[in-house]
């Protein structure tokens, strides 16, 4: 039986209808992805699993007491409380049984009856082994690793949740429902906030889950990896294909095909009756066999295929780019920053004729600052930024899709950046980025945010120049949209400077990476798969680096290199020493764990034991009071220890 299943759903929004007859089900430990052009209704079908949206027919079907967790690609009231409460308050119950126990706890001190007494013992001590699991499976540590997994650092543990941006806000949201740990996570677009090292982290925690997932995401490569059935949201209802996104795009080819294929005869088969039909209905003889062929052409008809309608991807042919000097851009004492924040400081930076780098960091780290610094939208503080010969730059921002013309079409906002093509070719170039027919006649006004996104990429795109400045290119995409979009920039032969959460974008494009990260940009040769594949051992190449580098400074000079040396071990032995104290400090506070975790338990039994003795059990409350404390202030330092020792 399914745990959660959408039966025969019917929607409509005025003239407009989302669903016909939809069926779709989730199974136990199912990993569906959801897929479908922008505005086919893929947000709208996990709002209605989730209970947000009621359908104008069909049923919603869950399992009995089945819990069922909702990351909306906006979140809107986060509360009030730190953040650490707030991912906290997610523990299933916990709440409820925290308050039942005072409660009980308040009636037991007022009781005098020795019937209720017992009762409410034995209630207190099954609500207390209750809250001991309850804590066990939810404790405080476990929502701070996920919270630094998401790239919250410690100090933000005590912030209050409402001080985030709306980013961030999505991440704490984001982490309170893998904390909750639901039968079912529905997630609308898990990675739209969240930079690369935390889409890598996310990506390995999901592995771990054993909860059914259900998924929308316009990153190929994070849908490849999670998902292993598709739910496809085609013109004709819904298909579910079994696999993952790429074998869901075969198997979907392959059917078409078939069916293509099947028509075909079905229409030669046709033609031949009715020609028979035609040439023999009016002879005597042969009237008899003309009335079976009409009745065979009629049976043909009833069971003819429909072949299905295939939503058009993006589709962009790039014209070879004028040729460049070998370097491209040079930052030289780079300065800047906002106020009293300082993100750069001397930033030193080339780029080779042909690059294609992908800028990674965590959020806030200058990612889009430093794009935004070499487009010339912002101006250094000090230090240059150089063009090389015959260079010039497209950029596409986020923010340019709300500076286009209100009243202009799309079909003239889109020419008029490359007013020498016919209007035909203008056409074909709107129609590259969806809008096709009556369309490329719509005010811009009247546009979703994600439709002008499309526009302000085809207007950058309908004169690239040799140098493309992208800051989330494929935020407004779906994935098959996404996906030939990369295709296409794979064809483009200048030079390319992205930010991008999307990982099969951004790994199918790079062949350099620059890491962001404290003020400093760091170069990473080869693609972002490279980058992630040596993550772990960063530090240690850095290390191996600076070492190559005081040894390269001076070649003849031995003592130079004895030096070097000397000071490489006392580098290495100094880290030995801090590893030490940190597995001693995490053994010592381990063995003290232990050590509650069992004063824990028998406080518990003692609970239980003692339920005819309200006085024992208020006294052995009081020491489990004391006891949950220390053991969540060791959990805390553990958890601190830990981070550094994976630091």
């Known amino acids: 039986m399914a745990l959660l299943a959408a039966d025969e759903l019917h929607l409509a929004y005025?003239?407009?209808?989302?669903?016909?007859?939809?069926?779709?089900?989730?199974?136990?430990?199912?990993?569906?992805?959801?897929?479908?052009?922008?505005?086919s209704g893929k947000s709208t079908l996990l709002k209605i699993l989730a209970g947000g949206i009621e359908p104008d027919g069909g049923r919603i079907v869950r399992a009995k007491g089945l819990r069922v967790g909702y990351l909306a690609q906006e979140h809107g009231d986060v509360g009030d409380g730190t953040l650490l409460e707030h991912v906290l308050a997610r523990a299933p119950g916990r709440d409820t049984l925290a308050l039942r126990v005072e409660e009980v706890q308040s009636a037991l001190a007022e009781a005098s009856d020795t019937d209720e007494q017992m009762a409410l013992s034995e209630e207190l001590a099954d609500l207390v082994e209750a809250l001991g699991a309850l804590d066990k499976d939810f404790a405080p540590h476990r929502a701070k690793r996920i919270l630094v997994g998401l790239g919250f650092a410690l100090t933000d543990f005590d912030r209050r949740v409402d001080e985030f941006s709306g980013g961030w806000r999505m991440r704490a949201a984001l982490a309170a429902l893998l904390f909750e740990k639901p039968d079912v996570l529905l997630l609308d677009e898990p990675t739209n906030h969240l930079d690369v090292p935390s889409v890598h982290w996310l990506t390995r925690f999901l592995d771990s889950v054993k909860q059914a997932i259900v998924l929308t995401c316009h990153d190929k490569e994070f849908l490849n990896r999670h998902v292993k059935r598709v739910a496809s949201l085609e013109l004709e209802g819904v298909r579910v294909f079994s696999g993952n996104y790429d074998e869901y795009l075969e198997q979907r080819e392959l059917d078409l095909a078939m069916l293509e294929r099947r028509a075909e005869k079905d229409e030669q088969k046709k033609k031949e009756l009715e020609a028979f039909v035609t040439r023999f209905r009016a002879k005597a003889s042969k009237a008899r066999q003309a009335q079976s062929k009409v009745k065979q052409i009629e049976k043909l008809e009833s069971q003819m295929v429909d072949i299905p309608k295939v939503r058009r991807a993006m589709s962009i042919a790039f014209e070879p780019t004028e040729r460049t000097g070998g370097d491209v851009i040079r930052v030289s004492d780079l300065a800047f920053g906002y106020g009293e924040h300082r993100l750069f400081s001397k930033l030193d930076l080339l780029v080779r004729a042909h690059e294609r780098i992908a800028i990674v960091g965590a959020n806030g780290a200058g990612k889009t600052t430093l794009l935004k610094l070499i487009a010339g939208e912002l101006s250094p503080e000090a230090g240059s930024i150089d063009f090389g010969s015959g260079v010039g730059a497209s950029y596409f921002a986020q923010h340019h899709s709300e500076t286009l013309d209100e009243n202009a079409t799309v079909l003239d906002s889109v020419w008029a950046m490359a007013p020498d093509l016919s209007q035909s070719a203008a056409r074909g170039l709107c129609g590259a980025f969806l809008f096709s027919g009556d369309d490329v006649d719509k005010r811009i006004g009247v546009l979703s945010g994600g439709e002008r996104a499309r526009v302000a990429l085809a207007r950058m795109?309908?004169?690239?120049?040799?140098?493309?400045?992208?800051?989330?290119?494929?935020?407004h995409l779906d994935t098959e949209s996404a996906d030939k979009l990369t295709e296409s920039l794979d064809t483009?032969?200048?030079?390319?400077?992205?930010?991008?959460?999307?990982?099969?974008?951004?790994?199918?494009?790079?062949n350099v990476v620059w890491d962001v990260s404290a003020g400093s940009v760091t170069t990473y040769p080869g693609s972002l798969a490279d980058y992630l594949d040596h993550v772990a051992a960063q530090q240690d190449a850095l290390d191996a680096e600076l070492a190559e580098d005081d040894t390269a400074a001076?070649?003849?000079?031995?003592?130079?290199?004895?030096?070097?040396?000397?000071?490489?071990?006392?580098?290495?032995?100094?880290?030995?020493?801090?590893?030490?104290?940190?597995?001693?400090?995490?053994?010592?506070?381990?063995?003290?764990?232990?050590?509650?975790?069992?004063?824990?338990?028998?406080?518990?039994?003692?609970?239980?034991?003692?339920t005819d003795d309200h006085e024992a059990l208020a006294k052995h409350g009081a020491q489990l009071t004391q006891v949950n404390a220390s053991l969540e202030a060791a959990m805390d330092r553990w958890t601190e220890i830990e981070i550094e020792r994976e630091g």
């Open 554 to 610: 001076v070649p003849q000079d031995k003592a130079a290199r004895i030096a070097a040396r000397e000071e490489k071990k006392a580098r290495e032995k100094e880290a030995r020493k801090k590893r030490a104290a940190l597995d001693r400090a995490a053994a010592e506070i381990e063995a003290k764990i232990a050590s509650l975790e069992t004063q824990k338990a028998e406080l518990e039994q003692l609970l239980v034991d003692n």
């Open 492 to 510: 483009y032969d200048g030079t390319l400077l992205f930010v991008s959460h999307n990982l099969d974008f951004a790994r199918r494009l790079s």
């Open 14 to 39: 005025g003239a407009r209808t989302i669903f016909d007859g939809a069926s779709v089900a989730v199974e136990r430990r199912d990993r569906l992805g959801v897929v479908g052009a922008n505005g």
């Open 461 to 475: 795109l309908a004169r690239p120049k040799n140098l493309l400045l992208l800051d989330e290119p494929t935020n």
